[in-house]
T-cell receptor
């Protein structure tokens, strides 16, 4: 069974639109960590955020925001006022007793 | 500069010819791991290491070997590569399991 599900394979938006990436996870552990990583077209993997299971506060970093809801096992990511430079593959990941990645969501922002 | 390095970045080889992909980090991290990235499957963990001389299997260990003789190095060995091991490989390190991982630039391997 997939532990991290990113249901959206691809999302295409026009610049300045908001885009929300869904991430649903599955674990029986009470202590775990959730992550988002970005993979731009150049191929490197860039860490965006880490959240532990006891911290349900939402976080905002510039145009990026994250919504963690334990009740629905979701850790969604929103890009506000998207820009072309946001075009990338975004991965959600869960670390309970090991690290599992979702399949990724490809975001294309058109000028 | 804190970084994870991998070599080679690109490799084309033939079935059965043993190869090693090196990985090195300069952050004194305890935790290191290897992933392969395939379209539609995200990143899947091959092996990981909690510290020197401590390694364990990830989700897709078949056909791979690793060793951790020094803290900074974590090579990935393919004893007899096969075409289904054609993939993009990433090495990563973190100060401990559960912390954010720092990834190397990736190694694109093609096995013909």
């Amino acid at each position: 069974a997939q532990k991290v599900t990113q249901a959206q394979t691809e999302i295409s938006v026009v610049e300045k639109e908001d885009v929300t990436l869904d991430c649903v996870y599955e674990t029986r552990d009470t202590t775990y960590y959730l992550f988002w990583y970005k993979q731009p077209p150049s191929g490197e993997l860039v860490f965006l955020i880490r959240r532990n299971s006891f911290d349900e506060q939402n976080e905002i970093s510039g145009r990026y925001s994250w919504n963690f809801q334990k009740s629905t096992s979701s850790f969604n990511f929103t890009i506000t006022a998207s820009q072309v430079v946001d075009s990338a593959v975004y991965f959600c990941a869960l670390n309970d007793y090991k690290l599992s990645f979702g399949a990724g969501t490809t975001v294309t922002v058109r000028a | 500069e804190a970084q994870v390095t991998q070599n080679p970045r690109y490799l084309i080889t033939v079935t059965g010819k043993k190869l090693t992909v090196t990985c090195s980090q300069n952050m004194n991290h305890e935790y290191m791991s290897w992933y392969r990235q395939d379209p539609g499957l995200g990143l899947r963990q091959i092996y990981y290491s909690m510290n020197v001389e401590v390694t364990d299997k990830g989700d897709v260990p078949e056909g791979y070997k690793v060793s951790r003789k020094e803290k900074r190095n974590f090579p990935l060995i393919l004893e007899s590569p096969s075409p289904n091991q054609t993939s993009l490989y990433f090495c990563a390190s973190s100060s401990k399991q559960g912390n954010e991982q720092y990834f190397g630039p990736g190694t694109r391997l093609t096995v013909t």
